[in-house]
């Protein structure tokens, strides 16, 4: 079976770094992404990891552990533009199993 | 805009009633998915074609939702007999057969069945 954990919501300030947080048990894995979602939009891809270790990519950074099924995706320097949902997903094979997402609130 | 599209955008239907969307996915992606996804949720896999070849299935379809892609291009997504559940936003998706593997997302067809 496949399960990706995630907080449901979480609230940051404009300016700040917020980490969330994504463990997971599946089946099979063949790495890991983040997906950004705004409201009413489509999923964009955010980064994808692999190998263990810390991915940086600007102010989005996304860590993976393969042994303990975790992972994090780091945002720097909050804009209210990164108010959205950011989805956890693990590849397996051809396919991706996405978690059900955390809400992030950008307080000004 | 990732370079997948979608069509229609929002799709209202009385229950009882068939629809179909249909998605043209980034030209040289040879993958094409469609999900389904509902409000607080992630994606829903539903299924998956290689070129024109339907490789899985989601147990979440029933054999109401029927999915092609006859020449390996573009696919359309067939619901018949809507139910009020499975008011949804289907999205559909495309990748390469290759590499990272991530999946561009198409704008989503908004279905409500009333």
């Known amino acids: 079976g496949q399960n990706i954990d995630q907080p449901t919501e979480m609230t940051a300030t404009e300016g700040a770094i917020v980490q969330i947080n994504c463990t997971y048990q599946?089946?099979?894995?063949?790495?890991l992404f983040w997906y950004q979602q705004h409201a009413g939009e489509a999923p964009t891809f955010l980064s994808y990891?692999?190998?263990?270790g810390l991915e940086e990519k600007g102010r989005f950074s996304s860590f993976l552990s393969r042994s303990k099924g975790y992972s994090y995706l780091l945002l720097k320097e909050l804009q209210m533009k990164d108010s959205a949902s950011y989805l956890c997903?693990?590849?397996?094979?051809?396919?991706?199993?996405f978690g059900k997402g955390t809400r992030l609130h950008i307080l000004p | 805009d990732t370079g997948v599209s979608q069509d229609p955008r929002h799709k209202i239907t009385k229950r009882g009633q068939n629809v179909t969307f249909r998605c043209d996915p980034i030209?040289?992606?040879?993958?094409l998915y469609w999900y389904r996804q509902t409000l607080g949720q992630g994606p829903e896999f539903l299924t998956y074609?290689?070129?024109?070849?339907?490789?899985?299935k989601s147990r979440l379809l029933s054999d109401r939702f029927s999915a092609e892609r006859p020449k390996g291009s573009f696919s359309t997504l067939e619901i018949q007999r809507t139910e009020q559940g499975d008011s949804a936003m289907y999205l559909c998706?495309?990748?390469?057969?290759?590499?990272?593997?991530?999946?561009?997302f198409g704008p989503g067809t908004r279905l409500t069945v009333t």
């Open positions: 074609f290689q070129n024109e070849a339907q490789l899985e």
């Open positions: 599946t089946s099979g894995f063949n790495g």
């Open positions: 998706a495309s990748s390469l057969g290759q590499g990272r593997g991530e999946q561009y």
């Open positions: 997903a693990v590849r397996r094979d051809d396919k991706i199993i």
């Open positions: 990891n692999v190998l263990d």
């Open positions: 030209s040289e992606h040879n993958r």
